[in-house]
């Protein structure tokens, strides 16, 4: 059995590793943001590369964000085009289902579009919605998303928003 000497040392050397593993983790957690947060200076370039989706030329209002989460990142992407464009873009990420008209939901329990000073397009009446996960009907250009939800909201002259929410 080992002195009272040793004993003293083996609990001081103990209780010290336990205090730095302990103080470490508190030092990065408080300069660390809570999740979910907003990734600063991410927006549409970051998002359209995500998702592997082409901005049309032209498209005005465009507008992307990336919110950070523990599991997995959330990106958004939306911006306004001519309403032939909109569809095609929903068509290119092969939905098993065309898009079709969605009964108006409820808001999500966080702001997502809301984020981006938009409505959430699921509460907008009208807008078409398509979901698809690319992994799931081999799009091999989309390997890194797990799934993405499309809406089209029709405007006035020949305009639509297109919505694009990816994790």
Same mark, same amino acid.
């Given at each position: ?11 001081? #050397?103990?209780?010290?590793?336990? #205090?730095?593993? @302990?103080?470490?983790?508190? =030092? ?48 958004? #992407? ?54 698809? @996960?690319?992994? @799931?009907?081999?799009?091999?250009? =989309? ?25």
């Amino acid at each position: 059995m080992p002195d009272k000497t040793t004993r003293r040392l083996l609990m001081v #050397l103990a209780a010290s590793l336990l #205090l730095s593993s @302990c103080s470490t983790s508190d =030092r990065d957690r408080a300069t660390r943001d809570p999740y979910p947060y907003w990734e600063q200076g991410a927006g549409a370039p970051e998002a359209a590369d995500f998702m592997k989706v082409d901005v049309p030329a032209g498209a005005m209002e465009v507008n992307g964000a990336v919110q950070a989460n523990p599991q997995e990142d959330v990106y958004l #992407l939306s911006f306004v085009t001519d309403a032939n464009t909109a569809v095609q873009i929903a068509e290119d990420l092969r939905t098993e289902k065309p898009l079709r008209i969605k009964a108006v939901d409820l808001p999500p329990d966080q702001e997502l579009f809301g984020h981006l000073g938009l409505p959430e397009p699921q509460t907008l009446k009208g807008a078409r919605w398509a979901g698809v @996960c690319p992994p @799931c009907v081999k799009d091999h250009r =989309r390997n890194s998303v797990q799934w993405i939800d499309v809406y089209v909201h029709d405007m006035a002259g020949g305009k639509a928003r297109v919505y694009l929410h990816a994790f």
